[in-house]
């Protein structure tokens, strides 16, 4: 009953936040995309599976548009999960995405990789690496090493004041624990074949910096100070939903936020953001068009709503579902969950 009255709650805050989002900016998102023949958004081909295996997660970042933490119940279960297995063997799928929360916490997660990595698709698991270093987890890294998973870290610096406070006491020395012990196993070192790539989100209410730039100064500094290495930057824009929004209202930056992104607009990171080569999958088996979509609870626009339903043809022919929170996704040189777009 009280999970219930929580999806419920949940459900009721999403929509506030999206007639927040579409009754305090003036220039529809829609119609950005009207003046350049982008509309309607439709996708070009289903190739990616972005699965959230759950809300659970040790840490409580000021930024997490997911609103994850330690007190979350949501969980995938077993058998939204071999459904995700069965969507994931389609022929257009090359990589299949794991978020959370941490997706290191779902009870399934160990079996759920083994047989994804068995399809022969590429298997990317998004980890905060603080869960790596706890006893129940250190195991994962070998883990990961054993089946090729390219791993993709939270690190929004190189130093630890801003690590720590935008993601909570202790988290850059654990996370720097857990880069070295990746390191140790291959993970960032040229030619091992295992990947491992950190991810900047900014601290407060701006655009982030030029990628490549950024990705130079983290190399130099954390070889430098740590001997890590890893090899790919992924800068990523703050997305003005869930708990970045209660803070850009906290802060008294919300409608200037929002302004930036409207009038950092660039169309061609529009032709090519995620949504349209990428489908999200909840952590119940509901069906998006991004990860952002789905803590809006903007479901995707077909008949094929549930995992359990899955159709790439209809999915494909779809209508992209848009807000404002997608001038975020289409400000400068654009965002996705693989960093900058244009």
Known sequence: MQTLQKQKNELTNAKKQV?????????????????????????????????????????????????????????????????CLAAAKHSTIHTIDLTGGAPEMNPDFRWFVSELSQ?????????????LTYKKYLDIPQFYA????????????YTKGNVDKQRGNGVFERSIQALQRLNELGYGKEGSGLELDLV???????????????????????????????????????????????FLLKEGNYEDYMNKLIESFNPAAAQ??????????????????????????????SSSQNIKDFNAKELTNRNIILGQHCYGCTAGAGSSCQGTIA
Request: glycine residues 4%.
């Open 200 to 246: 900047f989100n900014p601290g407060g209410a701006s655009l982030p910096p030029e990628q490549v730039a950024l990705e130079f100064d983290y190399k130099r500094e954390l070889k430098a100070l740590f001997n890590i290495e890893f090899n790919s930057l992924y800068a990523i824009t703050n997305l003005p939903i869930s708990r970045f929004l209660d």
């Open 119 to 131: 399809l022969g698709k590429k298997v990317i698991v998004r980890s905060n690496l603080t869960i």
């Open 19 to 83: 007639e927040r989002l579409e009754t305090t900016t003036k220039v529809k998102f829609s119609e950005k995309l009207e003046k350049i023949n982008l509309f309607p958004l439709k996708p070009i081909k289903i190739e990616i599976l972005q699965i959230n295996l759950g809300k659970l997660c040790n840490q409580v970042c000021e930024h997490c548009h997911v609103d994850a933490g330690p007190d979350r119940t949501e969980i995938m279960i077993k058998e939204v999960l071999l459904q």
């Open 272 to 301: 090519e953001v995620m949504c349209r080569n990428t489908i999200s999958v909840g952590w119940d088996g509901k069906l998006f068009d991004c990860d952002f979509n789905q803590m809006l609870e903007l479901g995707v626009a």
């Open 146 to 157: 054993d089946n090729k998973v390219t791993v993709v870290s939270s690190l929004p610096c």
